[in-house]
């Protein structure tokens, strides 16, 4: 398999205006440390990443919008000829703004929504009127015809919002909904307790199988949680169920759930390059190696490509192929990237025959 890296996240600031509960980076209005980096230092990675690979640039944040050169740096991505995409909270979002998106040749936006109504969203923001300025912004992209997906990310306090907010996304005109499974790193470490249980994640990844065979226009897709691929495959075995899902056909270039290191990564505000945007451990350092050097070579990217190396029930799952369990989890709740889905509830074939 070759691994190409097709979809990159770039922390372009750790600033932002609202705390959120689950914040991988611990953003807040002011950091100490992680200072931004200057626009002729984004143009320096821009053209180290597009010397070498052409795949989708996601400028990130903290909030993005902060920085006042971000459309200076979208603009520079869309000369190199990358395809740029923007995520943010929603709530700096104008028709300034929007002129702005279009003049840089930003393709996508994403905007966070974690909650059907204020009561939700505003308390897992920690900031009212954070859900008005979502919607404000979602508006303003239909107005502007800006194509916009939602992500929204789950814990126990918003777990029995989930369909709710799909129906939201839906009537908002978003062109995908993105289902993130919280991994708890960052602030996100402070709501250990607050994680969703195994059971009920198998049975939201359930919900997830049959709402996908929903008649619209939306592209739904489970993020963090690989034993999606898995229950996929379980389903058409017992079944004969060949339903075309698009969420598996639009898996970043790939039909395999975890792709930290191997067709995605994230680069933060200070140069590092780490696995996804959930896995707080570097492979290298842009400013002192080239991308391509840390993605081809870092044994930590190395590790994570070798799925036969993989410990515990995934080093024995008969669908580690397709799913390979959530790097990141693992080594949040395990201390180990190789060790073992911890949400996953299947047992390996090759288990249940040593039992028997």
Not at 59 to 67: D, K
Not at 68 to 85: N, P, Q, S
Not at 149 to 154: G, P, T
Request: hydrophobic share 35%; aromatic share 10%; glycine share 8%.
């Amino acid at each position: 398999m070759k691994f190409e890296p097709k979809w990159i996240a770039w922390e372009i600031t750790r600033r932002c205006n609202l705390n959120c509960v689950h914040c991988r980076s611990s953003s807040s209005l002011e950091i100490k440390g992680h200072p931004d980096f200057s626009l002729e230092e984004a143009h320096r990675i821009l053209d180290d990443i597009s010397s070498y690979a052409s795949p989708v640039v996601v400028l990130s944040g903290g909030e993005p919008l902060l920085r006042h050169d971000v459309f200076d740096i979208a603009t520079y991505g869309t000369g190199k000829g990358l395809r740029m995409c923007l995520a943010t909270n929603g709530t700096l979002v104008t028709e300034e703004t929007c002129f702005k998106i279009k003049n840089a040749g930003i393709k996508m936006v994403s905007l966070s929504l974690d909650g059907s109504t204020a009561e939700f969203h505003d308390n897992f923001r920690n900031q009212a009127g954070a859900f008005a300025g979502t919607l404000n912004a979602a508006a303003l992209f239909r107005k502007h015809e800006i194509p916009f997906l939602i992500n929204s990310s789950f814990t126990k306090r918003n777990q029995e919002e989930i369909p709710k907010i799909y129906k939201l996304a839906k009537d908002l005109g978003a062109t995908a909904w993105y289902m993130f499974m919280i991994v708890p790193t960052g602030r996100g470490e402070e709501i250990m307790k607050e994680l969703i249980s195994r059971e009920d994640y198998e049975d939201l990844l359930e919900w997830h199988y049959d709402m996908e065979k929903e008649e619209n226009d939306i592209l739904v897709r489970p993020t963090c949680a690989p034993s999606y691929y898995r229950i996929v495959l379980q389903k058409k075995k017992q079944t004969g169920d060949d339903f075309q899902r698009r969420s598996l056909k639009f898996s970043t270039g790939g039909s395999k759930g975890c792709l930290a290191g191997q067709l995605i990564c994230l680069i933060d505000v200070d140069g590092n390059v780490l696995p996804c945007s959930y896995f707080p451990m570097s492979a290298g350092n842009i400013r002192e190696k080239s991308f391509k050097e840390i993605w081809e070579n870092a044994k930590l990217f190395q590790d994570l490509r070798n799925f036969k190396a993989y410990k515990g029930r995934c080093g024995s799952c008969e669908y580690v192929n397709v799913c390979g369990g959530c790097r990141a989890r693992a080594y949040a709740m395990h201390g180990d990237y190789m060790a073992e889905e911890p949400f996953c509830s299947h047992i390996p074939a090759a288990m249940k025959n040593c039992k028997n």
